[in-house]
């Protein structure tokens, strides 16, 4: 089966960096990614990384690892606007390519 | 705006009903994906269908089921009812061609579900 963990909730203040982290475990890893959903709204993507390493897409960034099965996301310059729930998914062959969402780290962005 | 579309936004029913709820995918997506989220809940996977035939399964309880038609629109069928199926329904869809940029999921605005 899979599982990933990541933090619950996190706290920053604006035009601050703030690093969250997600560790899984998965049989047949196939592509990490990373979402926003703010709350009631449809989660938006952000990254996929299937490759170690650092994908960087403005404000945000994405790491892999793949042998330590652990990605970060890092924000930076915060703004009010970036506190959202951030989701870590995980896409697995095994049993059909599945992509699974960790609980998701609520993120508090503070003036 | 993603692509994928869902009706009904909101619904509200009673316990003991059945109902179901649609959607349509990204143009050119073959698969699609449901996930409930309860109340400040996680995104829990229920099922995957890939061009017409069911790819995945995963928490979903028996009382539910999907199809995938020709045309690529999805259902999703709820039946029986109960107060803590009340949740947002999302439907999501992905090109999922074998490409790496093609396994991205692409979520609808959701199906808001309230069972009294």
């Known amino acids: 089966g899979q599982n990933i963990d990541q933090p619950t909730e996190m706290t920053a203040t604006e035009g601050a960096i703030v690093q969250i982290n997600c560790t899984y475990q998965t049989s047949g890893f196939n592509g990490l990614f990373w979402y926003q959903q703010h709350a009631g709204e449809a989660p938006t993507f952000l990254s996929y990384n299937v490759l170690d390493g650092l994908e960087e897409k403005g404000r945000f960034s994405s790491f892999l690892s793949r042998s330590k099965g652990y990605s970060y996301l890092l924000l930076k310059e915060l703004q009010m606007k970036d506190s959202a729930s951030y989701l870590c998914?995980?896409?697995?062959?095994?049993?059909?390519?599945?992509?699974?969402f960790g609980a998701g780290t609520r993120l508090f962005v503070k003036a | 705006d993603s692509g994928v579309t869902q009706t009904p936004k909101h619904l509200i029913t009673a316990t003991g009903q059945r109902v179901t709820l649609r959607c349509s995918p990204r143009s050119g997506d073959l698969s699609v994906y449901w996930y409930q989220q309860s109340l400040d809940q996680g995104l829990q996977f229920l099922i995957q269908?890939?061009?017409?035939?069911?790819?995945a399964k995963g928490n979903i309880l028996e009382r539910f089921s999907a199809q995938q038609f020709p045309d690529l629109h999805s259902e999703l069928n709820l039946s029986s009812l109960e107060l803590g199926d009340s949740a947002l329904y999302f439907c999501?869809?992905?090109?999922?061609?074998?490409?790496?940029?093609?396994?991205?999921?692409?979520f609808g605005e959701g199906s808001w579900l309230t069972v009294v």
């Open positions: 999501a869809s992905s090109v999922d061609r074998g490409l790496s940029s093609g396994n991205t999921i692409y």
């Open positions: 998914a995980v896409r697995d062959r095994a049993g059909g390519f599945k992509t699974i």
């Open positions: 269908y890939y061009n017409g035939e069911e790819r």
